[in-house]
């Protein structure tokens, strides 16, 4: 059997904190010992609600972070970000940068992926100007971490694209360099 052919079969959720918990033990749980995989369990006020899949990506981020213009108005650091939108591909960071238009404003918005786009340049941008919202994937914003490109600091609400199925049904926790 293909995994697509298993992910075609079953319908998408919406993701839940158990499932992020799920997949940072089993990572985590070969190398790491029973005291350390306890500290990295998250309590559930750290979430945010997961978007039930009635919502538009607009009105989801509303929903959840209904005083944005005042975060957005008080976040003057560079290299930093309020939120931080993680995909799995550089055409689903373009989707969803598209469809928050409606949410974002002018606030300024980072595409964190590696697409045509080169690190350098984005390590310059980041140290320039002052953006609200990037969006990007698990490689690159990694990459930028890596390199105290991106500080995560003064980043309010990390956003996981979590049931979004590329052309393969395979969301992001399927793939396994994620």
């Not at 995994?3 to 749980?29: R, T, Y």
């Amino acid at each position: 059997k293909k995994i697509s052919d298993i992910l075609e079969k079953s319908a998408p959720k919406p993701g839940v904190p158990a499932d992020l918990q799920n997949l940072l033990s089993q990572h985590f749980c070969e190398n790491r010992s029973v005291i350390e995989i306890e500290e990295l369990k998250l309590s559930d006020s750290c979430f945010l609600p997961a978007n039930d899949l009635t919502h538009s990506f607009s009105s989801y981020l509303k929903e959840i972070c209904p005083k944005w213009a005042k975060v957005r108005k008080n976040h003057k650091e560079k290299k930093s970000v309020v939120m931080l939108v993680i995909c799995s591909s550089a055409l689903r960071s373009l989707e969803l940068i598209k469809s928050m238009t409606a949410f974002k404003g002018d606030c300024r918005v980072l595409k964190l992926f590696a697409k045509h786009i080169k690190i350098k340049e984005q390590m310059n941008m980041l140290e320039k100007g002052v953006f609200h919202i990037g969006v990007g994937t698990p490689g690159r914003v990694k990459a930028l971490v890596e390199q105290d490109a991106l500080c995560l600091n003064s980043t309010k609400y990390m956003i996981l694209d979590w049931n979004w199925r590329d052309q393969k049904l395979r969301r992001m926790m399927d793939i396994p360099e994620v």
